[in-house]
């Protein structure tokens, strides 16, 4: 260990601990903003110098490893006014934009100038004036508010191994761009938004789909149909000042009510048919009938990754849709006969978590109920914009339920939304139909957690079936890359983009994107979980009724044709 001093406070720390990590265990807090707790160091944005008090010396905390004897002051005047210098410099060629910004109230550069005192600009830079790339259906890039502070090049590379991001030029010309300049929709890009995530102002931000849905709502002849995704019940509550992983779907039901969609329903019901086809699937390739491992398919992120990675594995991507798409599909058809309404009135938003679903909705061949099947995708964070706007007090409201029919779900579907929760869903319900006994325990504790690969062994019926877990795109790759080597071998993969799954997705709100954020999110699922009488996929009443119904069985030529889709190269 080594032993310093900062602000007359003695510490101790681990060898190769920086200053910044030896302050804040002493509570002393420093504004930072290219530090990311889950980067590498980058050392590139200064905003927090801090002084040896020896030397006279500024150094950056965040870079700047501990030595024995070290003496700190955090708050000097020096040390103070080298901050406060960095942040004007910084904002000497920012955009003045900040009140129609985006990020308008969780920039951090905003609350930084705020925090160090900055009242004004001294100094008058030239400003940029690079072009703003909005081409695609998913994120936004404008290079102009960007602060060099590589968060997304490093998340995009160091978790994602996309690499679609990188600086180019020098000096005042200096940005962060893609290869060729290309817009991101026309390039390697998954689309999965860690990168609007990690962005500390509003360079990044989702392409908002905010003014088509009100434009919907207002519309009287349009019928809106609005789905929750299981992911956004343990997040949207911190849009309103609540704790990480308050559990608000009741809450929310009721605000998505006083909005004005006409049907509030759970994109759990069709995570729980997700299941019931893509566990049958899995039961027939295991039978010997194409091929293993199968990966799970509902995170289009990884879809999109394995597409242009990967692409000889595209056969073993299950051919379910995603819940999202198998939802919309439904809702133009199935419930469109039952509610007698003809589908061209109907207007489908769906609330994610995630930013690639966007891309997901337009995709061509998701129109399979005859018109394109998911007409908006709000993030959650969009959706709480609109709940902002019409003064909706939130953490005032009372509880309301989900719409009948397409609200129904199991605790199983509410898993989907963490890392895992589709594996221990699909187990639950594979292991009850092929052996026709009751599961002995319903927790599956071994593909929980965030360890970002994990597996276990899985006895049904008698086959030993080898399941993985992965989330983050580089825990993907290296699974790919390892079974590709012929090192490892399994039966069955789940794969999420984001680190945590959904809960952690691209969508999600900026107030904190660490693991330990994540990690309460996904325990608040699992107490959601825990709480339902009904917590296997296959018990869903209004599944079952679905199958009676409608679609007969699980892989029937209707489940074929509307429930599920084809990969290309
Ligand atoms: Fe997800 Fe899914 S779990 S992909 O993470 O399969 O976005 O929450 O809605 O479609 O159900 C996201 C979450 C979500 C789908 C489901
Ligand atoms: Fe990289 Fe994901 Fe951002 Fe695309 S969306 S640039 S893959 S981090």
């Not at 058809?333 to 007698?340: C, L, N």
Request: glycine share 8%.
């Amino acid at each position: 260990t080594v032993r310093l001093t900062i602000d007359g406070q003695e510490v101790e720390v681990e060898k190769g601990s920086t200053v910044l990590e030896a302050a804040r265990e002493l509570g002393i807090e420093l504004p930072t903003l290219c530090y990311h707790e889950e980067l590498t160091l980058f050392g590139s944005c200064r905003v927090c110098e801090v002084e040896d008090e020896e030397t006279g010396n500024l150094m950056a905390s965040c870079v700047t490893p501990v030595t024995e004897g070290m003496k700190i002051r955090t708050n000097s005047s020096k040390a103070r006014r080298a901050r406060r210098m960095n942040v004007e410099l910084l904002l000497a060629n920012h955009p003045n934009e900040c009140l129609t910004c985006d990020r308008n109230g969780t920039c951090e550069l905003q609350q930084i100038a705020y925090d160090l005192g900055v009242h004004d600009i001294r100094f008058e830079g030239d400003t940029r004036d690079h072009p703003i790339d909005n081409d695609g259906p998913c994120l936004e890039r404008d290079p102009n508010k960007c602060i060099l502070c590589g968060r997304c090049v490093r998340v995009c590379n160091e978790i994602q191994e996309v690499a679609a991001l990188d600086f180019t030029e020098r000096g005042f010309n200096s940005t962060v761009t893609t290869a060729f300049d290309l817009p991101q929709s026309e390039i390697n890009c998954t689309n999965c938004g860690q990168c609007a995530v990690v962005c500390p102002v509003g360079a990044i931000t989702e392409v908002s789909e905010i003014s088509d849905v009100w434009d919907a709502l207002e519309d009287e002849d349009q019928h809106v149909v609005v789905q929750v995704a299981p992911a956004i019940q343990a997040s949207i509550g911190e849009e309103f000042g609540m704790e990480p992983g308050t559990i608000v779907t009741g809450k929310l039901v009721t605000a998505l009510q006083e909005l004005g969609f006409d049907k509030i329903f759970s994109t759990e019901f069709t995570a729980d048919l997700t299941i019931m086809e893509e566990g049958n699937e899995l039961l027939k390739r295991i039978k010997g009938q194409k091929k293993l491992p199968q990966f799970t398919s509902c995170c289009p992120g990884w879809v999109k990754f394995c597409e242009h990675n990967y692409p000889e594995y595209l056969d073993n991507l299950s051919t379910a849709k995603s819940p999202q798409q198998m939802f919309s599909t439904l809702a133009k058809t199935y419930y469109a006969e039952q509610e007698d309404i003809d589908p061209e009135d109907i207007f489908t938003v769906s609330v994610m978590p995630c930013t690639a679903k966007k891309f997901e909705k337009n995709r061509e061949e998701m129109a399979d109920s005859g018109h394109q099947d998911t007409d908006a995708v709000l993030t959650t964070r969009e959706a709480a914009r609109m709940i902002k706007e019409m003064g909706i007090q939130f953490h005032k409201l009372t509880d309301s339920k989900y719409d009948k029919m397409m609200g129904a779900h199991t605790g199983a579907g509410t898993i989907f939304g963490t890392t895992g929760g589709v594996m221990e869903a699909a187990l639950r319900t594979a292991y009850e139909v092929l052996t026709d006994d009751e599961l002995p325990r319903l927790d599956l504790t071994e593909v929980r957690g965030m360890d970002g690969i994990r597996d276990a062994n899985v006895q049904l019926n008698g086959d030993n079936v080898k399941v993985a877990v992965v989330h983050g795109l580089k825990n993907a790759a290296d699974l790919l890359d390892k079974i590709e080597a012929g090192e490892i071998e399994y039966d069955f993969v789940e794969v999420m983009a984001c680190p945590g799954g959904c809960i952690g997705g691209g969508g999600q709100p900026f107030a904190s994107t660490t693991m330990d954020v994540k990690a309460k999110r996904a325990e608040a699922l699992y107490q959601t979980d825990k709480a339902n009488t009904i917590r296997k996929s296959h018990e869903n009443p209004q599944i079952i009724k679905l199958y009676e119904d409608y679609l007969g069985e699980p892989l029937s030529s209707d489940s074929h044709h509307l429930l599920h889709t084809s990969y290309q190269e």
